[in-house]
């Protein structure tokens, strides 16, 4: 991360629009053939149920008055109504376009304006702008809501649909409408290309190691190695970890990252509808598993961050500074399918070994920060960073009282 000083940035991070927080707050991914979906072949019980399906496709192909149809429109269309009906968010189609730029995102390499969203109440609500993006550089918040884009109206749009129109090539534009505390304005933001390490660090004054993790990608695993590895070997005297706007990623790498800084013993708890559970759990080799730590979270971690954050503090590793987190306490499996596209189904839901589920309630902090909208600074005087000068205080030994 490109970064003169920690206290002189805002930590959020940078990516392409993803397109509902369920991919990147947290996914399984198995082949269908393992669970039994490899074939195309439609099950004997079903093809009754699926008469009157085929009859609509013929009577619209044959009658319909606008001709000629677009087939692979209709079979979205319909693969998405059938998932509509699970009342789901996270359980959504997407079209090839949606999943190739899911997959270069997990890979380190994004296009677009660089903000993650979801939607929330029917409204496309930015969860967090990523670190480094054009929606940072001209000052997209979390919680802002994308009303159109060029002027064309969003609110009756799918997400992948309104998307489309923001994402764009490299070094072309798009307007925003924005809507932030019911009052709206434009913004024109220049679309880019960005590369997205996933973890970065660096020493602090007074001896703190801080650590950055923006998501839960391919390479974080080896990413936090070789980053703990530099600042382990400067013997800090504590350790800040940054999950404040990181929207989460894959549930086994979120487990991988909770190995460095906890000894043996459970992540986190799957439940399955059918009943089951299973336990993920850390093993005891990782790089911090003892020096002190405060782990920094708001309203934009979510997921894997919070499975993270839950793990640390029901396991009494550290304490958790800053404000409630997302609440996003589903697990998704993600498919691919034969057209390039791909499915992404919620199979679970996730607890923190004491047994909270977060989803919709998030994690309250051990000691709540509110970040103030930060100001622009005096000349050579850095803006300051409430929630991380509280963390430093705490490893310090110094008195730390919530600031709202």
């Avoid at 319909?78 to 009906?85: D, K, N, P, S, V």
């Avoid at 809501?145 to 992948?160: C, K, P, R, W």
């Avoid at 660096?202 to 600042?231: G, I, W």
């Avoid at 979120?254 to 559970?277: I, T, Y």
Wanted: aromatic share 6%; hydrophobic share 40%; charged share 25%.
């Amino acid at each position: 991360m490109e970064r003169k000083s920690i206290r002189t940035a805002l930590f959020v991070f940078y990516s392409v629009i993803l397109f509902g927080v369920g991919y990147a707050l947290g996914y399984e991914g198995w082949p269908l053939t393992e669970l039994g979906l490899g074939s195309s072949n439609m099950p004997a019980a079903a093809a009754k149920v699926f008469d009157p399906f085929w009859e609509t496709w013929n009577l619209v192909d044959q009658r319909f008055y606008d001709q000629p149809l677009d087939p692979v429109q209709l079979t979205e269309g319909a693969i998405e109504g059938m998932l509509a009906t699970l009342d789901d968010p996270n359980t959504r189609y997407l079209s090839p376009t949606v999943e190739e730029t899911a997959r270069q995102s997990m890979e380190g390499e994004v296009h677009g304006i660089g903000v993650l969203v979801e939607m929330v109440d029917g409204r496309i609500t930015i969860v967090s702008p990523y670190e480094g993006s054009p929606a940072e550089e001209v000052g997209l918040q979390p919680g802002d809501i994308i009303v159109a884009a060029d002027g064309q109206d969003l609110s009756e749009m799918e997400l992948e649909e309104a998307a489309a129109l923001i994402r764009g090539p490299a070094g072309t534009n798009v307007t925003l409408t924005i809507e932030r505390n019911g009052e709206q304005f434009d913004v024109e933001v220049t679309r880019a290309v960005v590369s997205i390490p996933s973890v970065s660090g660096e020493m602090l004054e007074d001896n703190v190691a801080y650590v950055r993790l923006n998501r839960f990608a391919n390479r974080t695993k080896e990413e936090l190695e070789e980053t703990l590895q530099e600042l382990m070997a400067q013997n800090p005297a504590g350790l800040i970890l940054d999950l404040r706007n990181n929207p989460g990623g894959g549930l086994d790498t979120a487990v991988e990252v909770a190995n460095q800084f906890l000894d043996e013993g459970v992540v986190l708890k799957e439940q399955f509808g059918s009943g089951r559970e299973r336990l993920f759990e850390s093993d005891n080799e990782g790089l911090a598993q003892d020096i002190p730590l405060v782990v920094l979270v708001n309203e934009g971690s979510a997921s894997a961050s919070e499975v993270l954050a839950g793990a640390i503090r029901d396991r009494q590793r550290g304490i958790l500074i800053g404000t409630t987190t997302f609440g996003k306490g589903t697990v998704q499996t993600w498919h691919p399918l034969s057209n390039g596209g791909g499915v992404r189904i919620t199979t679970a839901r996730w607890l923190t070994p004491e047994g909270t589920w977060v989803d919709q309630e998030g994690l309250t902090p051990d000691v709540v920060v509110e970040q103030p909208p930060l100001q622009e600074p005096l000349p050579d005087t850095p803006p300051q960073d409430e929630q991380l000068q509280a963390a430093i205080d705490y490893l310090l030994n110094q008195n730390v009282e919530a600031k709202e």
